[in-house]
């Protein structure tokens, strides 16, 4: 990992709790990314924050510290086993990552830590807040759905915790979030951390109304995308689109790789014209049970799974570590969501490779891609020779989704959080 997208804050240089030191130690970090220095101060001051910043950053690990820090050295207001800091995800996906991540962080503190989300393990997931909790993880419906029948209260919050807000107003989520946010004790009462790539107006709009006076921290990149991505774009034909996609896995052949997909039929017909031709591939969309997701992205991360086809239900949130190459099938129909498909590799001072594959269907949503990075995307031309010529074209796929690009907004990108309230 490379040091340089590091400050020069330290963080045994911050007043945190002894035992988040440790385990912070134990993992190897020494140094606060910017976003975590601007805000993990604020959060030992007391103070509310609405922290921006690009993806891949520390984002989660700075809220972490914060709403950690704060149970430690404060006492219980409630009940013991009652949660007292709740921590909101727009996907199954980043619930569990989130998870994952605060287990680690915890260290040897005792903080008891749940992650809830909908598709399975519904009974476990009541076990584990029934048994006790101060920290719960979680999307909004399975959250609502354990709430209404009385499995925890939300009376003696101290600390709640909005992340990817933006991403929730994209999945519908907010009159779910306002829902949840009423139950609690007043903004001033809690304390309120919200943590997004993007703070929209609507955005800041929740968070000045349910928050008390945030303080906005924003860490402006040099460029809306991550400064070590190689970007690069080729024109192509629909025809030969998936024969150069095979020559660019052969030419380049990289170790974990991540292919978007605009639909799930789409990605259907990747999946299986890779297999056809000799690559180890498995596709990540809102149709994929949440028990086989979950299993795709240890896989994945763990180096087994070298190439992961994936609607836009993996372009948010996760952190997957040492993705050399992203591959955009097809061009996003929404700019920001280039910026974030892109972001899953160069992570954490990292460098990496994002390719476009821009065909006649997708074209038209170059113009406003490249208005919205700021830049145009160097284009490149795909050597001849690299034109695999054993190419298997396999047969296609039942047609049980729509072909075609989606229209905005709609259920083209694989959903995200399995959808609107499903648990």
């Not at 287990?103 to 048994?131: H, K, M, N, P, W």
């Not at 990289?254 to 690559?279: D, S, Y």
């Not at 149709?287 to 239900?313: C, H, M, S, W, Y």
Request: charged letters at 25%; a neutral charge; one cysteine or more.
């Amino acid at each position: 990992m490379q040091a340089d997208h590091l400050s020069d804050i330290r963080f045994d240089n911050l007043a945190l709790h002894p035992g988040l030191l440790e385990a912070i130690a134990k993992r190897g970090f020494d140094r606060c990314t910017p976003i975590q220095a601007q805000t993990l101060p604020l959060a030992l001051e007391g103070r509310d924050i609405a922290g921006q910043a690009q993806t891949g950053t520390g984002k989660t690990a700075a809220f972490l510290l914060a709403t950690m820090h704060r149970l430690l050295t404060h006492p219980s207001r409630g009940p013991d086993g009652q949660p007292r800091a709740y921590i909101l995800a727009p996907t199954r996906e980043l619930a569990v990552q989130i998870y994952d991540d605060a287990i680690q962080l915890r260290g040897d503190t005792g903080l008891r830590i749940a992650v809830c989300f909908g598709g399975t393990g519904y009974e476990s997931q009541r076990q584990a807040i029934q048994a006790g909790v101060d920290i719960l993880i979680g999307t909004p419906g399975r959250l609502i759905d354990y709430y209404k029948q009385d499995i925890y209260t939300l009376k003696h919050i101290e600390v709640v915790v909005l992340d990817e807000a933006d991403r929730m107003f994209d999945l519908g989520f907010i009159a779910d979030i306002r829902y949840l946010l009423r139950r609690m004790p007043p903004p001033g009462e809690r304390r309120n951390y919200l943590f997004s790539a993007t703070l929209s107006h609507r955005v800041l709009e929740l968070a000045f109304e349910h928050m008390n006076d945030p303080h906005k921290v924003t860490i402006e990149p040099e460029q809306v995308t991550a400064e070590r991505v190689r970007q690069s774009l080729i024109h192509v034909s629909n025809d030969e689109k998936l024969k150069i996609l095979v020559g660019l896995l052969r030419h380049h052949d990289p170790l974990r790789t991540l292919i978007f997909i605009n639909t799930k039929r789409g990605a259907e017909i990747v999946e299986n014209a890779l297999r056809a031709n000799g690559f180890e591939a498995h596709t990540l969309s809102g149709d994929v049970p949440q028990n086989k997701r979950l299993r795709l992205l240890d896989e994945f991360k763990d180096g087994r799974l070298p190439i992961l086809v994936a609607t836009d239900v993996a372009a948010r949130g996760l952190h997957i570590p040492a993705v050399s190459h992203v591959i955009n099938y097809d061009l996003p129909q929404d700019p920001e969501d280039y910026v974030h498909r892109i972001g899953r590799t160069a992570r954490a001072g990292q460098s990496g490779d994002a390719i476009s594959l821009c065909c006649e269907t997708y074209v038209y949503s170059l113009p406003e891609i490249e208005r919205f990075i700021g830049m145009r995307l160097p284009t490149e031309n795909f050597p001849g020779e690299w034109m695999p010529k054993d190419f298997v074209r396999p047969p296609l796929p039942p047609r049980s989704h729509r072909s075609g690009p989606p229209r905005r907004g709609g259920s083209g990108g694989g959903g995200g959080g399995g959808g609107r309230r499903r648990r």
